[in-house]
C-alpha cells in the first residue's frame, strides 16, 4: 500500500555531497521495505526530522522503558509531535553487547537483522561511542519481545546510566600481528564478572573497560575509558636486520630517516653505515611508529604483558583525561593473572563507588582526592612509571624521601629488578 511521503526539501540536501548519506539508507526502508510498517515507521521519521530542521528544535523526550530484571540498557525517546507523525511517537534505543573483538558470523547478523524488522524500525549502528550495537527505533510495547529472542538465542543488553558500561576491545591476535596479550579473554573475564553492574546502575556514573592489544590502542582505551588494559612488552624489541635492508633498498635511505628515525619521539633509533638499524630499546617508549612502518623489520618483544591505566575521559566536570599508570607491567599468561586482573577493577570500583561524588567519573575522583591517596586506597604502592610529566614548579618538600628511596629500592631487589 502506497503510503503519503512527508516533503523534505532539506533533508534532500544531505543527499547532494560527496559523501554516503544517512538520509538515504532511511529513505531506502521507506520506499523498499516490504513491511509496511517500517514503511511508515520511518516516513514519519523523516518528517519529524524535516520538521526539527525547519524549527531548529529537538522534539523528543525522555521517559522509562526497560525490559523485565534489567534497570538499563534501553535509551527512552518519545516525540512531543507524535499527533503528527504517529508511527514515530515511540522510537526507543536498545543497547546490545557486541562479541568480544566485534567477531560476527553472518549467519549471527541475518538472525539478528530478522529479529530487528520483526520488531523495530530495521535502524541499526554497528557500533555506537559506547561500544554497542545500536538498535534504533522501537515501540514500548515491542522492547520486550524483542529482547527475550535475542536473549534466547545468546544477546544481552549493555551498559546505560550510572553503571559499568559495555566492554570494547580490538580485533586482536585474530588479525593483527602487533598483539601481546589475550584481548579476548580479558574482554570476556571482565564482563562476565560485573553483569550485575551493567544491568542495575548502582554506582556514582559510568565506568568503562576498554582492551587494546598493543600500544597502538586501536581502541582509544588511554582517552575513553576508566580501566585501560594495554598490551606492551618489557624487553628489547626484535628486529630482522635482513628486512631492514630490504625496506632501505625499496625506498632509500633519506625516506627512513625522515619517515621512522628522526620521528622517533626519544631518538631512539639510529641508522648504520651498513642500513642496519640500532634500536637503544632502555629509551623505547612503545610509540608503535616504527614498527607501523616497517611491520616486517620490526616486532614487540616475547616478554609480553599488558599496562593498566585508569580514569580516562571525555569532558564532564572537568576536561578531558588521559588514564593514568597505576599497573606499568602485568603478566597475563595463568588463570592467577587473570583473577588478579578481575581483583584489581572490583577494588577500584569498591573504592570509587564508596568515595566518588555522584556523576563523577572515576579520573575526576582521582583529579579530586589526590592520585596518592587513591593509590593508598586501592592498595598499590606508587611508581615512578605513574608520573604523567615532571614537576613544573622546582619548589618541592623533601620530608620522607629517603625513606621512601630505600622502599622503592627494597621492592625492586625483591622483585629481583
Not at 530478522?114 to 561511542?129: A, I, M, N, P, R
Not at 580516562?312 to 587473570?338: A, C, H, N, Q, S
Request: charged share 25%.
Amino acid at each position: 500500500m502506497a503510503i503519503d511521503k512527508h516533503a523534505t526539501p532539506m533533508l534532500d540536501q544531505l543527499e547532494t555531497g560527496p559523501w554516503p548519506s544517512f538520509i538515504s539508507g532511511i529513505k531506502r526502508l521507506r520506499d523498499q521495505h516490504p513491511d509496511a510498517r517500517i514503511n511508515a515507521v520511518t516516513n514519519d521519521l523523516l518528517g519529524q526530522l524535516e520538521h526539527s530542521y525547519e524549527t531548529r528544535k529537538g522534539y523528543w523526550k525522555g521517559g522509562t522503558v526497560s525490559v523485565f530484571g534489567y534497570g538499563g540498557g534501553i535509551i527512552p525517546r518519545f516525540s512531543e509531535v507524535g499527533k503528527v507523525f504517529p508511527s514515530s511517537k515511540e522510537f526507543h534505543t536498545l543497547r546490545v553487547q557486541p562479541p568480544a573483538g566485534n567477531h560476527y558470523t553472518t549467519a549471527m547478523l541475518r538472525q539478528l537483522a530478522d529479529s530487528w524488522e520483526k520488531y523495530g524500525s530495521g535502524l541499526v549502528t554497528f557500533h555506537g561511542q559506547t561500544g554497542n550495537i545500536m538498535f534504533i527505533g522501537a515501540t514500548t510495547e515491542n522492547t520486550q519481545p524483542f529482547f527475550d529472542e535475542i536473549n534466547e538465542y545468546g544477546w544481552d543488553l549493555g551498559g546505560a546510566g550510572p553503571c559499568v558500561r559495555t566492554a570494547m576491545s580490538c580485533v586482536g591476535a585474530a588479525r593483527c600481528e602487533m598483539s601481546c596479550t589475550n584481548e579476548l579473554k580479558a574482554h570476556r573475564l571482565l564482563v562476565n564478572n560485573f553483569t550485575d553492574d551493567v544491568h542495575r546502575p548502582a554506582l556514582p556514573y559510568k565506568f568503562k573497560f576498554k582492551v587494546s592489544g598493543c600500544p597502538n590502542d586501536c581502541q582509544n582505551a588511554i582517552e575513553r575509558s576508566d580501566f585501560a588494559v594495554l598490551g606492551t612488552w618489557r624487553d628489547d624489541m626484535k628486529v630482522d636486520q635482513a628486512e631492514v635492508k630490504n625496506y632501505i633498498a625499496d625506498k632509500g635511505r633519506q625516506y627512513y630517516i625522515d619517515n621512522v628515525i628522526t620521528r622517533c619521539p626519544t631518538k631512539a633509533l639510529s641508522l648504520n653505515d651498513d642500513d642496519t638499524l640500532n634500536v637503544n630499546n632502555r629509551d623505547c617508549v612503545r610509540c608503535m611508529h616504527c614498527l607501523n612502518v616497517m611491520p616486517k623489520a620490526l616486532h614487540p618483544g616475547d616478554d609480553k604483558g599488558v599496562t593498566i591505566l585508569i580514569g580516562g575521559k571525555r569532558t564532564l566536570k572537568i576536561g578531558d583525561l588521559m588514564g593514568t599508570v597505576v599497573v606499568p607491567f602485568k603478566k597475563l599468561e595463568t588463570e592467577e593473572d587473570y583473577e588478579s586482573l578481575v581483583e584489581l577493577a572490583e577494588t577500584i570500583i569498591d573504592f570509587w563507588a564508596e568515595n566518588g561524588l555522584e556523576h563523577e567519573r572515576c579520573g575526576e575522583m582521582i583529579e579530586r582526592i589526590g592520585l596518592a591517596n587513591f593509590l593508598e586506597g586501592i592498595g598499590i604502592e606508587p611508581d615512578p612509571n605513574m608520573l604523567s610529566h615532571p614537576r613544573q614548579s622546582s619548589y618541592i618538600r623533601m620530608d620522607g624521601w629517603d625513606e621512601a628511596a630505600e622502599k622503592w629500592f627494597a621492592r625492586q631487589a625483591e622483585a629481583g629488578r
